[in-house]
């Protein structure tokens, strides 16, 4: 038997399945569990060619980038090496030498 998904109403756990959807008997909230798995997923990060991104790898800079503050800008060709993902518009956190810490937008890096 299967173990039935917590309601993401109200989080009952005497849903049970009504096709291909669940259904709760308690606040009657129907739902796909396969819909709320895929929002729950964590997001993919691609590089500039497609590759998918994970934490500790290393990438290069694809494009110059001017940085708001610092006297030169980040040039194509640049190694950053060992990146954090994170959430948001920048979703690469890194430390690149002679710069420090930085946030940048996968779409400028490709994997090394």
């Not at 709760?24 to 709320?36: A, S, V």
């Amino acid at each position: 038997m299967i173990d039935p998904p917590a309601c993401p109403t109200c989080k009952s756990t005497f849903a049970y399945p009504t096709g291909t959807s669940w259904m709760c008997p308690e606040c009657g909230h129907e739902w796909n569990q396969d819909e709320i798995d895929a929002e729950n997923a964590p997001a993919v990060v691609k590089d500039a060619n497609g590759t998918v991104l994970k934490d500790g790898d290393d990438v290069v800079m694809v494009k110059d980038l001017a940085v708001k503050g610092a006297i030169k800008a980040l040039k194509a060709g640049t190694k950053v090496r060992s990146i954090k993902l994170v959430e948001g518009d920048h979703n690469i956190d890194c430390r690149i030498e002679g710069f420090g810490a930085m946030a940048l937008k996968s779409e400028f890096v490709k994997k090394a």
